[in-house]
């Protein structure tokens, strides 16, 4: 199994008032790492694509302002028309947080379509 890591700073704007990240952002900084995993493979542009179908995230511990954290996802299931990914939000080696998602590829009528064989063979490095 192939892990992409995404390591990001905790900034200002992620933070509540107390100085924890807020728990929405969890879910962009997760867009952002799966975003980056896109870039890394080529993925094309154009009229289909993944969009989230369901997502659950499970916090542990809290990350706070000025940390860094490692986004590491790894490809859990590559269905005919799906994509379940896993992400682990690390920090110094402790895992912080889990969120884990599904993505259905649609098309530009926004109705489920089969993932192409090219679009699927890149995902598959990461099973």
């Known amino acids: 199994m ?21 728990h929405g952002r969890y879910i962009e900084i997760a867009e952002r790492a799966r975003m980056d995993v896109l870039r890394g493979i080529k993925y094309p542009d154009g009229d289909v694509g993944f969009v989230v179908r369901d997502l659950n995230i499970r916090y542990i511990k809290p990350l706070f302002l000025a940390d860094t954290v490692v986004v590491e996802t790894a490809v859990t299931k590559l269905g005919a028309a799906s994509l379940g990914v896993e992400q682990k939000f690390v920090k110094n080696g402790e895992i912080c947080a889990i969120l884990s998602a599904t993505a259905a590829y649609i098309g530009a009528d926004l109705q489920l379509k089969r993932i192409p064989e090219s679009v699927a063979v890149p995902f598959r490095e990461y099973l």
């Open 2 to 22: 192939k892990i992409h890591k995404f390591p990001f700073a905790i900034a200002y704007a992620d933070t509540d008032a107390g100085g924890i990240v807020y």
